[in-house]
């Protein structure tokens, strides 16, 4: 028996790793993600005021500050007893989907379609953003020149473009001017035009090119449950809702409240992941296995538009049809993320637009004062990842007793591990690993963005990769590194 | 000249925090108007994304190198950096790629000197809002550094 080691050497928090053993034959006898999670939150926000809290959680992720902040400032309306004025949710919204755009595009565009314009098999110095450069310029000048309306949004929203600081109990801290609001509207406008421009690229460019990867059940591709924040119509929400809870066949299995959260989920520790790994506690863990009998289920865009009955805006529930017409519902296929993503994108852009006509978005009423102290709140908003809860508890001084987050990286992890295993089996036979076998490993995981609370600011630049193969006696008899 | 400083770090996380607070004191000691100074805590491609405009950056971090001492200084200018650029990645971008693909797209906005102040620590992973005794000394020294090489005149 022999182990590959696909083992990025990331600074802080949030190491990856992926183990593949190969038996003596040569075929994947396990695959396994791991992630060092760095727990430490949860323990360090203990005994600090809790108004603090929606400004120490940003600090837990450099790409995803605006998804803590939002779940932690709608924890403290619970905890305060205090409902956010109408202009106030209005506000959070608007910025809520600028974030959405923003850690999407990072995604989408960045880190997962050089492999679907180049191909996965492309030599990997060239399959990045910028080989996609080389090939087509005025496509990458394009997504860095619309990214920039996005930051500016997320700007004059939230104080700071990465770290806000505007989520207060009840409210928010800063109004929207109205020439603040009319260059929020014509900035949407140009993103609701572009991301609908790229949903006939995805079409283009993408799917049609690898509608077999895509569209295929051998590997990408469990029947799990999944999860995922609703509106009362069971639209796609982001920023607020209901809980929903969808089968294999697509029929509601659960609908419930924030604060209810733990009456359907239970998280289990693997001796081998520093991560848990959380599952529907009605139905009870089974494994690594999907099927109605294991409660296994998925976050994420896909979980989202699988959780759905569609979208609230015009442009993004067209292509939400197209979408299930092609690849049905609930769509499986773990590839679909990123065509969900896409339709995200278009859908929190129309989003904007609708928020940012409104005048009344301007008014002056941007928090409430009154309510009563409970000492418990749940916040939860739908990551661009998946669904996030914060969950915390105080004395009655507000001071904090306990923090529970569950990250939409943590529920996905189960469905990670075996989709990785999935695409391993079915890639790697004889022992034979190329570099594009490897790369398509990755893109298992890739699909989910999964968010390691990595390193926020990498100098030099660069996450070596290592590939270490071993025998059965555990000596290291070839290694492959990418730096 | 247009300048942008940014100072980086999780202020949450000891030494991490060391390009916060050079940036902080540099703040205090500049005296010119085109200079301007902020703290980040985020990704690459925001960071950069931040110093589109400038004529010049002057970006601050900590790093950990095995071959360095602790408290130890290196500058460096990003383009004389190459690493290749990593797809594994899921989530992040690296601050060359992220420069390299600025630098591509926007060339007119991207600063012409993109300069990088890194301090070598040992501790990154350990919560606290203070920095060690060995780094608090290099502080002044970088601010010095840093206004001598590349802020002369403020």
């Known amino acids: ?483 | 000249m247009k300048t942008i400083v940014i100072g980086l770090g999780n202020d949450l996380l000891g030494d991490d925090s060391v390009g916060l607070i050079i940036a902080e004191e540099l703040e205090k000691r500049l005296r010119c108007g085109d200079v301007v100074v902020k703290k980040m805590i985020g990704n690459a491609f925001s960071v950069l994304e931040e110093c589109l405009g400038y004529d010049k950056a002057v970006i601050i971090d900590s790093i950990r190198l095995e071959n360095l001492a602790e408290g130890e200084v290196i500058r460096f200018r990003i383009n004389e950096v190459t690493t290749t650029p990593s797809t594994f990645s899921p989530h992040n971008v690296d601050l060359i790629t992220a420069y390299n693909l600025l630098r591509n797209a926007l060339p007119d906005q991207v600063p012409k000197d993109v300069i990088v102040y890194a301090v070598n620590i040992s501790r990154n992973t350990f919560f606290g809002e203070k920095i060690s005794e060995p780094i608090k000394k290099v502080v002044k020294k970088v601010v010095s550094l840093i206004i001598n090489n590349d802020l002369r005149g403020c």
């Open chain 1, 1 to 483: 028996m022999r182990e590959i080691k696909i083992l990025p050497i990331s600074r802080l928090e949030g190491e990856g790793e992926i183990t593949i053993i190969l038996d003596d034959e040569g075929k994947v006898k396990e695959a396994f993600f791991h992630v060092v999670e760095f727990k430490g939150f949860e323990k360090f926000c203990v005994g600090r005021p809790v108004e603090e809290m929606p400004r120490i959680v940003t600090r837990i992720c450099g790409v995803c500050p605006w998804a803590h902040h939002m779940a932690s400032t709608k924890a403290l309306d619970e905890i305060f007893g205090r409902e956010p004025t109408e202009t106030a949710k209005k506000i959070r919204e608007l910025a809520y989907c600028a974030h959405i755009i923003d850690s999407h595009t990072v995604h989408f565009y960045i880190l997962a379609i050089p492999d679907f314009i180049l191909s996965p098999g492309a030599p990997r110095s060239e399959r990045n953003v910028i080989g996609m450069f080389k090939k087509n310029p005025e496509l990458v000048k394009n997504i860095v020149k619309h990214r920039k309306y996005i930051v500016k949004i997320e700007e004059i929203i939230g104080g700071k473009s990465i770290h806000p600081v505007c989520g207060l109990p009840g409210g928010v801290s800063k109004r929207l001017t109205e020439e603040e609001r009319k260059e929020i509207l014509e900035m949407g406008k140009e993103l609701v035009k572009f991301f609908e421009e790229w949903i006939e690229k995805f079409e283009s460019l993408i799917l049609k090119n690898y509608e077999k990867l895509f569209i295929q059940k051998d590997m990408y591709y469990l029947e799990t449950y999944y999860m995922g924040l609703v509106d009362r119509n069971n639209k796609v929400n982001f920023y607020d809702g209901d809980i929903r809870v969808v089968d294999q066949k697509g029929r509601e299995v659960a609908k419930f409240r924030p604060i209810e959260y733990l009456d359907y989920i239970r998280e289990r520790v693997e001796p081998w992941s520093y991560t848990k790994f959380p599952y529907l506690k009605n139905i009870g863990w089974k494994g690594f296995v999907d099927g109605p009998e294991s409660g296994i289920y998925r976050v994420g865009p896909l979980g989202r538009l699988n959780v759905a009955d569609g979208f609230a805006t015009e442009k993004a529930q067209e292509a939400y049809e197209k979408y299930i017409e092609t690849l049905g519902k609930p769509a499986h296929y773990t590839m679909a993320y990123h065509w969900a993503r896409v339709i995200e994108m278009l859908y929190a852009s129309e989003r904007i637009v609708e928020l940012a006509s409104d005048d009344a978005i301007t008014s002056d009423d941007i928090v409430n004062y009154e309510g009563e102290f409970s000492g418990k709140g749940v916040g939860v908003v739908e990551a661009p990842r998946g669904i996030l809860y914060h969950h915390y508890e105080t004395d009655s001084n507000g001071i904090v007793t306990l923090v529970n987050l569950v990250i939409p990286t943590t529920q996905n992890n189960p469905a990670i591990n075996m989709d990785v295993k999935k695409a391993a089996q079915h890639l790697i036979t004889n022992g034979k690993v190329s570099d594009e076998i490897l790369n398509m490993v990755e893109m298992a995981f890739r699909a989910y963005d999964p968010c390691l609370a990595c390193s926020t600011h990498s100098l030099p630049g660069g996450i070596p990769l290592k590939v270490v193969i071993k025998n059965e006696r555990g000596e290291v008899i070839k290694v492959l590194r990418r730096e």
